[in-house]
C-alpha cells in the first residue's frame, strides 16, 4: 500500500480518489464503517480509495502533558486500511502549520488542489481546520465549491452506545481484553522492537522479550496472556507483564512478553503482541521463589486461556 504525505501534491494515478477522513486510532467498528463507505464509493466508480489519518494524534499537539494513549501505530494503522481493500493511506502530519490551517484552506487547498479529491466520507461528528471550526455541513459547502462530494456516516451503537475510541480505551484500562477486542474486532496489540534488559528473567527461567510501550496506551498493569507474532509470521503463546515491575529498581514502564517453548534471539527485532486475556493485577511478592512460583501458575493459566481459544 502506498503511504502519502499531506505536504506533497498526490501521484496523478490517485488523483480523483475517494477519501475516508478521521483520526481512525483503533480502527474499530465505527472507523470501519467509515473506510467500508469510502470504498465501496470508490470502487462503485472506478476511483482509487485513501484513507487519511493524524499522525501525530491532533490532541498530542495541543495537549503534550496528556498520558499515552495510542491504539494503533501508523504501521499497525497501513496494514488495517490495506486489509480494508484501500489503495492508499495519506498521512496528515499534524503541527503547528496545520494546526494554523482555516476549515476552508483544509477542504479547498489541501483536500482539493493538493489531493484532488472526488469525494470524501468522515463520520457524522468529526471537526477540523483552526480552533475546530470545520463540520460536515462546512465541508459538504466548501467541497461542493471545489467539485468534491461529501458524505456522512453515522456511529456504530453497541448496547445502546456508540463504539468510540474512548470506550475501548476505558476496556483496556479496567484489563477487559475481550470488551476491546470485541469492539476492535482484533484484540488490542503492542508492536515494538525487542530490547535489552537486566536479564533477570533469564535468570528464573523465564527470558523475556522486553518492549517499551513508546506512545501507546497504558493498559491496566499486570499479567496477561498474549499472542506474540514476529517478524516471519510465526505466532508464539506467551505470558506478559505489563508494569512497572515492582520488586526491581528502578521502576521503569515495559511490556514483557515470556514466549512458550521458544529460545531463539529476538534481540533488534520488531514484535507484536496481542493482549487476550488479562490474568491479574501487577504485584510485589515475598521474594524470588514466591515470584517464580507464581509465574509458573500464570504461564499454566496462559497455556489454557490461548489454547482453548485455538481448539
Not at 40 to 61: L, M, N, Q, S, Y
Request: some cysteine; hydrophobic content about 45%; proline content about 6%.
Amino acid at each position: 500500500m502506498t503511504r502519502l504525505d499531506h505536504r506533497r501534491s498526490v501521484p496523478d494515478a490517485l488523483r480523483g480518489a475517494i477519501v475516508a477522513l478521521g483520526n481512525f486510532d483503533g480502527f474499530h467498528l465505527g472507523h470501519q464503517a467509515v473506510v467500508r463507505e469510502a470504498v465501496d464509493w470508490a470502487k462503485g466508480e472506478g476511483r482509487p480509495a485513501i484513507v487519511a489519518t493524524f499522525d501525530p494524534h491532533p490532541v498530542r499537539h495541543f495537549a503534550p502533558h496528556v498520558p499515552p494513549f495510542r491504539l494503533t501505530s501508523l504501521d499497525q494503522r497501513q496494514e488495517l486500511f490495506a486489509a480494508a481493500r484501500a489503495d492508499a493511506m495519506l498521512v496528515f502530519h499534524f503541527d503547528a502549520a496545520l494546526a494554523n490551517t482555516s476549515a476552508e484552506d483544509f477542504v479547498e487547498k489541501l483536500l482539493g488542489e493538493r489531493i484532488g479529491a472526488a469525494g470524501v466520507v468522515t463520520g457524522e461528528d468529526f471537526t477540523f481546520g483552526k480552533g475546530r471550526g470545520g463540520n460536515i455541513g462546512v465541508l459538504r459547502e466548501r467541497g461542493a465549491a471545489v467539485g468534491i462530494e461529501t458524505r456522512a456516516v453515522g456511529p456504530v451503537m453497541d448496547g445502546g452506545r456508540p463504539v468510540s475510541s474512548s470506550r475501548i480505551r476505558d476496556a483496556l484500562k479496567a484489563g477487559e481484553c475481550g470488551e476491546a477486542a470485541r469492539l476492535l474486532t482484533r484484540p488490542f496489540a503492542i508492536r515494538g522492537e525487542v530490547i535489552h534488559g537486566d536479564k533477570r528473567g533469564r535468570a528464573i527461567g523465564y527470558p523475556t522479550a522486553n518492549m517499551e510501550l513508546g506512545a501507546y496506551l497504558r493498559p491496566r498493569f499486570g499479567i496477561y496472556a498474549v499472542l506474540g507474532t514476529l517478524p516471519t509470521g510465526e505466532v508464539l503463546q506467551g505470558a506478559a507483564n505489563i508494569g512497572v515491575r515492582p520488586m526491581f529498581d528502578p521502576p521503569r514502564e515495559l511490556l514483557e512478553p515470556y514466549f512458550f517453548d521458544f529460545a531463539g534471539d529476538l534481540y533488534g527485532q520488531e514484535v507484536e503482541v496481542a493482549l487476550h486475556h488479562f490474568l491479574r493485577p501487577e504485584m510485589a511478592f515475598d521474594g524470588l521463589d514466591a515470584l517464580t512460583a507464581q509465574m509458573a501458575e500464570d504461564c499454566e493459566r496462559a497455556r489454557k486461556l490461548l489454547s482453548a481459544a485455538a481448539n
